[in-house]
């Protein structure tokens, strides 16, 4: 779903090589835990479709390779199977397949708060995220235009939810401050979603938007994003997701501050035009690259890491430092 020029920021980011890591291959160890649960990769396949035919088949074949490489699955927005309960197997597929997996449900934030409560239970899952997606909403000739009480909707799912919340952008990213907003709320998992993946404006201008096409660039790339809410050194768990393409753009992020990754469009892509088996080689490249940037850097584990030195150069750098982060806190490290 390449829809617009604009990238993740991540080219501007560079781990610092080491020439004699003094490791094997099969030393390293990409585990990571998140919301209790051990994966074997810090990767989650996003949240992306649901309801329909082929939403149902893509859920039970990503659910099965969920179960195969230990790896995190999010659903698609739920509210149509609350609208309609005979479209909800399409989402109840995934725990079927996956009973003992990381699944996370999906409903948007502005949902009311019992009605997301029943999202998370209709698929039995470990977390619940509520997608902000203001900016293709104002593209949409029929998207919503009201926005106060949102943060108040948020403070009480939070209260009410028997799983913990993540507040997903869908491609436009987070910065510092919408950061600290949410974390006051009681949200202390945040899915970034950075500009840089799919376009939502773009594709909404594609189908009769309102926004001209000067919108298509809004937002705060990928790796921005990263550094901006790692700056603010709050407990938060961070999910980095937003154009993030294989191992190697994993691994930037991953050293920039994320806990684990997140990647839809690019994998349901694959999937359309190879099937299960295409992406599960996807997966299997992602995991090989993912191991030998960490190797290359001398790092045996994640934690290994994200204490690596990297240096942000280009217009990443611009936009850090004019937000008054020094980007050489990750250089020097």
């Given at each position: 779903?390449?829809?617009?020029?604009?990238?993740?920021?991540l080219e501007?980011?560079?781990?610092?090589?080491n020439s004699?890591?003094?490791l094997?291959l099969?030393e390293?160890d990409?585990a990571v835990?998140f919301l209790?649960r051990k994966?074997?990769l810090?990767?989650i396949?996003?949240?992306?479709t649901g309801?329909?035919?082929?939403?149902?088949?893509?859920n039970r074949d990503?659910?099965?390779?969920?179960?195969?490489?230990?790896i995190?699955i999010?659903?698609g927005s739920q509210?149509?199977a609350?609208e309609?309960r005979?479209?909800?197997?399409?989402?109840k597929?995934v725990r079927?397949?996956n009973p003992?997996?990381?699944?996370l449900?999906n409903?948007?934030a502005?949902?009311?708060?019992?009605?997301?409560?029943?999202a998370a239970?209709?698929?039995?899952?470990?977390g619940?995220?509520l997608h902000?997606n203001?900016?293709?909403?104002?593209?949409m000739?029929?998207?919503?235009r009201?926005?106060?009480?949102?943060?108040?909707?948020?403070?009480?799912?939070?209260r009410?939810?028997p799983v913990?919340?993540?507040?997903?952008?869908?491609?436009?990213?987070?910065?510092?401050?919408?950061?600290r907003?949410?974390?006051?709320?009681?949200?202390?998992?945040?899915d970034?979603g950075?500009?840089?993946?799919?376009?939502f404006i773009?594709i909404e201008?594609a189908?009769?938007?309102v926004?001209?096409?000067?919108?298509?660039?809004w937002?705060i790339p990928?790796a921005?994003?990263?550094a901006e809410?790692?700056s603010?050194?709050l407990?938060l768990?961070?999910?980095?997701?937003g154009?993030i393409r294989?191992?190697?753009e994993?691994?930037k992020?991953?050293a920039?501050g994320?806990?684990?990754?997140g990647?839809a469009g690019?994998?349901?892509r694959?999937w359309?035009e190879?099937?299960?088996k295409g992406?599960e080689e996807?997966i299997?490249?992602f995991r090989?690259?993912l191991?030998?940037?960490?190797l290359m850097?001398?790092?045996?584990?994640?934690?290994?890491?994200?204490?690596t030195?990297?240096?942000i150069?280009?217009?990443t750098a611009?936009?850090?430092t004019?937000r008054?982060?020094?980007?050489?806190?990750?250089?020097r490290?």
């Open positions: 779903m390449d829809e617009h020029p604009y990238t993740s920021g501007d980011v560079h781990l610092v090589h004699v890591p003094e094997d099969d390293i990409t835990t209790g994966l074997s810090p990767l396949i996003n949240a992306m309801g329909i035919k082929e939403a149902l088949d893509f990503i659910s099965e390779l969920g179960v195969q490489f230990n995190g999010a659903v509210t149509i609350l309609n005979q479209l909800a197997e399409s989402f597929i079927k397949v003992g997996g990381l699944i449900a409903v948007a502005n949902t009311e708060p019992q009605m997301a409560v029943r239970e209709m698929i039995e899952a470990n619940l995220q902000l203001v900016p293709q909403e104002l593209a000739r029929e998207g919503d009201k926005f106060k009480g949102l943060k108040d909707n948020i403070a009480e799912i939070v009410i939810s913990p919340v993540i507040a997903k952008e869908v491609g436009f990213g987070m910065s510092r401050e919408t950061a907003q949410l974390f006051d709320l009681g949200v202390h998992i945040l970034l950075g500009r840089g993946g799919t376009n773009a201008q189908r009769s938007g926004l001209a096409d000067e919108f298509t660039s937002g990928t921005a994003s990263i809410i790692s603010l050194n407990p768990q961070l999910v980095a997701s154009g294989g191992g190697l994993a691994a992020a991953l920039l994320a806990d684990i990754i990647i690019r994998f349901l694959v359309s190879e099937g299960k992406l996807e299997e490249r090989y690259h191991k030998a940037s960490m850097t001398g790092s045996k584990t994640l934690t290994e890491l994200r204490r030195p990297l240096v150069g280009g217009s611009h936009w850090l004019a008054g982060i020094d980007v050489s806190r990750w250089a490290r």
